[in-house]
């Protein structure tokens, strides 16, 4: 068959990220022309490499970022010319949403080419629905058709040289948002054109599966590519909640699904992830969480020529009574590490030689100053001793004299145990930076008891902003949202690449850079340091992950539980029901703001002129309808909190008054 073949590319920055080209080159094995259009500008690099795939010059369209894939399509076919399109058997129309594929398309077209009975044909199908939202609203049907998804549609000569065909894209209606995207043209084409005679089909059928949310290529990526043979993964999966579905395996399962069982190479997902996807998305979709056992060694997966990095230990001390414990967890480094200590006089540098001496040697004590604490000491005085080394850990006392005392302990316990738990368990670690060469950070988990308990959900705190412009000042080109929260290891102690954190320590810093004692609580350089590392790493083409001891997993998951368990209980505390946990979590919100919406509801029916009075009705609309933010649930929690707690003290206290009475009572029957 001779086939042609309209490809849509969007990128923010114009810029082709490997896997784009890897497609053009699949689809360039079974069409003989390809027509790349582009929604917006292009990157001089970009352009090059796209005329490798191209017939001539001319079939690379650059438009106006106007009317989404759809119009990008119109653009395409017009280009051709439905004259033209009279040459081709096929023509495909695809876009650059998809990973893959991970199987061979020739092998795909051969088994459809056999069908030709078909007038189009596509990947995946979508079953049709009727539930009322922005895609039925702008859909002339009032629903959704059963439809083929349109990141890959092909068109047989038959259905191109019919007039439905033409007419139908001569009069694509503007399309402004994704909604009007699927409702004014894919959930509307596979019907218009099957009303006209044609039949078509999909590659991969899930029609008889009963769900709620049929879009498997969003839900279950990894049971389509192990039971249906799908070859792409769709990018919007790493940004997709799952969990009002399922328990969120299905992304982690089909990344190492094609890592393990296909020849696609996964460094390319990496790339795009790394350089256009938020960390807090990427992080949760492939649950990088490790896991690592404290009483074994596991067995080394060294199968791609990767060798066991050569790793140090850094650790910073001002508290000399700390050198005892820092020695008894530098004992765990395994043989031929190298151990440095930092601290700020020489009157330190001996009681920590001292503590050593009977545990393990040191390779250095550095005297650093006590100006921007474990951050200076790090990327001042330790930055050029670092570059010698492939993985690094990095630790410091968690001693807080100006905190809960108890809550710092709790805080230490955990930083100690998940970067130094055992002998076996640094081992482990050791290998996992051999194994997985994309990791650039190992993490803390984050703390969340007694003081802490505002941490998750809440990581940026008052540092956005300065974390954003230190960001700006190294250079970083990563996206950085207050409302997608940071991988970091609060705290400041944590594994790393030193090649990951490059940027960071090529930069000329002083100590004079940082700020004097005494430091604010919060929103210093320090804090935004603290923050900062996982980005540098993203830049540099590595991922941040989180890491604890099994032993330590035991007590996080207990944690956990409780700690949902009390959200939970407040949820169903007026005894509704739920379907999802987003249900439950908005409804908590809507309660907590009810004062707020009863003043502003005050407000607004006074007196006031017309476009005010709009305006404020606007306001209210947004922060107490549908489309409320993450931000705005954020604070919205933080209001239910902290009524909720009042409204546990006032219980107890009504508890402690009738419990003598009840006693009472008891003491005059007997």
Known sequence: MKRAAIFVFYDNNGICDDYVAYYLGEIKTVCERLVIVSNGS???????????????????????????????????????????LAEYDEVLIANDTVFGPVYPLETIFSEMEVRDELGFWGMTQHP???????????????????HLQTYFVVFRKALMESEVFERFWRKLLPIDIYQEAVGKFETIMTKMFSDEGFSWDSFVRTDDAATDDPNFTLYCPATMLREHRFPFLKCRVFKQDTLTLNAGDQPRDAFDYIRNHTKYDTDIIWQSLLRKFDMCDYVKSL???????????????????????????????????????????????????????????????????????????????????????????????MAEIAQRYDAVCFWKEKVSKQVDYHASLGWGYKIDDALLGSEAYVENIVQLFASEHKLGMLCVPEPFHAIYHWVPGHEWAANFENTVALAKTLELNVPMDKDAQPVCSFGGAFWFRPAALKKLFDHPWTYEDFPEEPLPIDASLLHAIERIYPFVCQDAGYYPAIVMSDKYASLEYTNLRQYLSIFTYSALYAGHEFDDYLQSTDYVLALSVRPIRALMKRVIKRKMPRGLYVAALGAKRVIFGPDRGVALREIKFRMFRKAYARQLEKKLRRKKKAKPRQDSQNSQNQ
């Open 287 to 381: 649950s990088l969480s490790y896991v690592l056992p404290r009483d074994c060694v596991l067995e080394p997966d060294l199968s791609k020529g990767r060798k066991l990095p050569k790793v140090a230990l850094f650790m910073h001390i001002y508290y000399p009574e700390s050198a005892e414990l820092a020695a008894e967890l530098a004992s765990r480094m395994p043989y031929g590490a190298d151990v440095y200590v930092s601290t700020d006089t020489e009157d330190k540098a001996w009681a920590v030689r001292a503590a050593f001496r009977e545990k393990r040697s040191l390779s250095d004590v550095v005297i650093v100053e006590n100006r921007g604490r474990s951050e200076s000491a790090l990327i001042v005085g």
């Open 42 to 84: 292009l990157a001089p690099e970009t352009r090059d490499r796209f005329l490798e795939y191209t017939a001539d010059q001319s079939d690379l369209r650059v438009r106006e970022n106007k009317g989404f894939d759809a119009w990008g399509y119109r653009t395409g076919l017009m280009h051709i010319g439905f004259e033209g």
């Open 128 to 146: 049709a629905y009727e539930k009322e939202d922005l895609v039925t609203r702008n859909n002339p049907y009032g629903y959704a058709p059963e």
